[in-house]
């Protein structure tokens, strides 16, 4: 009798957990774990994707959230090393079951999590690793590049380069792989263009190195006609400082892939080099249309500062995720990755594309060159060329063929 | 690059003076290391992240003033003392308990703290880059052997020396260096005549940390100020102090003209591998005279 009593109260508290179970699902939120570098140089950058996304995840929480539920987030720090990157994902899936994986600044973690989230079949969203292999070569169905990477970079670089008379370039830069990879992208584009080029000499010096005086020192007794900056994290502001000190910027045009962009030029204040070439994927100020404006007021509302490029990559990310959510109808991964192949969101620089082929976001890249502002305390790009998205990109045939298809 | 160009007296006259100048921070900074690692006998990890705090208070410090010449001056005279007063507080409130443990302990601990004040700098001043600037005259380059040479590191070339002269006449000429040195090779000693040694322990420590600081506000002008700055300083000042002598502040001095010009010739020669040929130095030193250079205190 004891035993069957205990069986029936069993099959009860059982059978209210069948009850329970689907309402609480019902108010289950869409979950998406950003994975990034909270510590170190890159943390400037990485704030700001998340700001970002926030608050495009509050805007749509107090509209009501995405297909009824809400939109939750958390964070995770990688501290810039892979086998962090790696455990804090498999948490992230396995223990706070995320729906979607965003991040992060590493590329090396980024092609690390790629490999995981391809067996686990969650969508991961790169948002600021700029190797050309994440939707290149080692791309697949479950990873989404939303910045620009290397060859794009180098494409759009070598647009602008390629007007200008300069034959003889050196090329120097952080030696990791993204100073490579840069130096790589914009070199093999420019000679596409302008085969008469030469590289005269290299220089590369150590991650975040602070005394740049004796590379640029030694650049100058070779006398090229310009030189080409493969720079990342710390060395971006660095090199221009050098650049100032030394009259550098004055005596060998210089080509910085992230010169004009606000990370580098707001510490420098009014003691930036000018006339140094360099392209971006967002400025602020350019171009001034209804959306930019919108976004960048808020942004500098909620959290007191100027967006800079991350922010737009957080913001663009964010979109995605609504509206392709929205679109599939339900909460089904596959549903959601067919929804936003080719989708189309809005964004502070007009609207962008999440390409099929290789699930890559065609970004404009704005090419200019450093100058005094009036307005503002610290230097802006001037002469502006926006280079359209589609322009930058390598076709879908070379992707296939990167892919071995 | 030609061989011809780079063999140019302009070229090596110019990369030698830079070279110099570099050498000049890291003897400030690597001095304060040997100086804590010669009369605690514990090399502080965590010296890294003091430079850090010495050029984020320059940064707060001069922005107070809107980055005008006086608010340089005054970042260049009180970051240090910023640095020092907290080294002084770490070391009465935690560290000073330690001494009567094994030596781990103390390294252990200064490791632990290294993770703790990169932190706090990131709580304090946020993760932005940050930027200072020196007063006008001392901004842009002036023409030595055909080069630009930044006028700053002129400046840098000539507090060095004024550093190495200060040091010398503290550790020689003052009753608390002298006790200092004296604590550096027997301890015991120093104890038994009657002098507390905890507190000599004490003045090493912030006088070590002054000087970290000290080089993290001069060095502020040149770079940017960022999180991660006391990783990289603090692998080279391990391998300057060891390859100077332990302890030993004029193998600082050695020990950082190596480095500093190992480098800046390196680039003249070979650019691209230019960031390897310090620690080749520090490789064929260390084979050569596995003690250091100059004779370690211990």
């Excluded at chain 2, 064929?284 to 004779?295: A, F, N, Q, R, V």
């Amino acid at each position: 009798m004891k035993k069957v009593f205990w069986v029936v109260i069993a099959l009860f508290c059982f059978s209210t957990f069948f009850i329970i179970f689907p309402l609480s699902s019902a108010a289950r939120p869409i979950k998406v774990g950003i994975i990034d570098c909270y510590s170190g140089p890159a943390t400037t950058f990485t704030y700001d994707v998340r700001d970002a996304f926030k608050m495009a995840v509050d805007e749509v929480n107090a509209k009501g959230g995405v297909l009824g539920r809400k939109l939750e987030f958390t964070t995770r720090d990688t501290k810039f090393k892979v086998d962090l990157g790696i455990s804090v994902a498999k948490e992230l899936i396995m223990r706070q079951n995320v729906d979607i994986l965003m991040g992060t600044i590493s590329s090396s973690v980024a092609l690390a999590l790629s490999e995981i989230v391809k067996r686990e079949k969650t969508p991961f969203f790169c948002t600021f690793s700029k190797s050309a292999k994440i939707t290149g070569e080692k791309g697949h169905r479950y990873v989404f590049g939303i910045t620009e990477n290397t060859s794009m970079i180098g494409k759009a670089a070598a647009v602008g380069l390629a007007k200008k008379p300069y034959v003889k370039y050196w090329i120097a830069g952080d030696d990791y792989e993204y100073g490579h990879a840069l130096a790589d992208g914009v070199w093999g584009n420019l000679r596409k263009k302008r085969a008469d080029v030469k590289m005269v000499g290299q220089s590369w010096w150590k991650v975040g190195e602070p005394e740049l005086t004796p590379y640029l020192t030694a650049i100058l007794s070779a006398k090229p006609d310009a030189v080409i900056f493969a720079t990342g994290g710390a060395s971006m502001v660095n090199i221009m400082k050098v650049a100032k000190a030394t009259g550098f910027a004055k005596k060998i045009p210089m080509f910085v892939h992230t010169a004009t962009e606000l990370s580098t030029l707001m510490p420098l204040g009014q003691q930036a080099p000018e006339g140094v070439l360099g392209t971006s994927n967002y400025h602020f100020y350019f171009p001034k249309t209804p959306e930019n404006n919108k976004f960048v007021k808020v942004f500098k509302k909620t959290y007191g500062r100027y967006p800079k490029v991350g922010a737009l990559y957080g913001y663009i990310t964010a979109q995605f995720i609504i509206k392709g959510f929205k679109k599939a109808g339900k909460l089904d991964t596959e549903m959601f990755i067919d929804a936003i192949e080719g989708m189309k969101v809005g964004s502070p620089v007009g609207e962008i594309q999440l390409r099929a082929c290789d699930h890559q976001a065609v970004l404009p890249m704005f090419l200019g060159k450093t100058e005094r502002s009036s307005e503002y305390p610290f230097f802006i790009a001037t002469d502006i060329t926006t280079i359209p998205g589609p322009d930058v990109m390598p076709t879908c045939d070379e992707i296939k063929k990167a892919r071995g298809k | 690059m030609d061989i011809g160009q780079v063999f140019t007296f302009s070229a090596l006259g110019s990369q030698f003076l830079v070279g110099l100048s570099r050498s000049m921070i890291l003897f400030i900074v690597c001095s304060g290391m040997s100086f804590v690692l010669g009369v605690l006998r514990v090399p502080n990890v965590a010296h890294g992240s003091l430079y850090m705090i010495g050029a984020f208070s320059a940064f707060s410090i001069a922005s107070l003033f809107g980055g005008s010449p006086t608010g340089f001056w005054l970042a260049l005279i009180f970051a240090p003392l910023v640095v020092a007063f907290v080294s002084l507080i770490v070391e009465r409130a935690l560290f000073c308990h330690l001494y009567e443990r094994e030596h781990l302990m103390l390294l252990l601990f200064t490791f632990a703290l290294m993770l703790i004040l990169g932190d706090l700098v990131k709580l304090t001043w946020g993760s932005e880059y940050k930027s200072i600037v020196a007063p006008p005259f001392l901004r842009g380059s002036i023409t030595i052997f055909d080069s630009p040479f930044p006028r700053y590191n002129l400046f840098l070339l000539i507090i060095g020396p004024l550093v190495a002269i200060g040091l010398w006449i503290f550790t020689n000429k003052t009753k608390i260096g002298k006790i200092s040195r004296a604590a550096a090779v027997d301890r015991e000693m120093v104890g038994a005549v009657g002098i507390n040694v905890s507190w000599v322990f004490a003045a090493a420590f912030v006088i070590g940390c002054y000087l970290a600081g000290l080089g993290g506000a001069l060095v502020a002008p040149t770079v940017s100020i960022t999180l991660g700055m006391d990783h990289t300083i603090i692998i080279e000042a391990f391998l300057i102090v060891t390859i100077g002598g332990l302890g030993n502040m004029w193998g600082a001095l050695v020990g950082s003209l190596i480095f500093g010009l190992t480098h800046a010739f390196g680039v003249l020669f070979w650019p691209q591998f230019a960031i390897v040929f310090p620690y080749i130095a520090v490789t064929i030193i260390l084979i050569w005279k596995p003690t250091g250079m100059l004779k370690s205190v211990w």
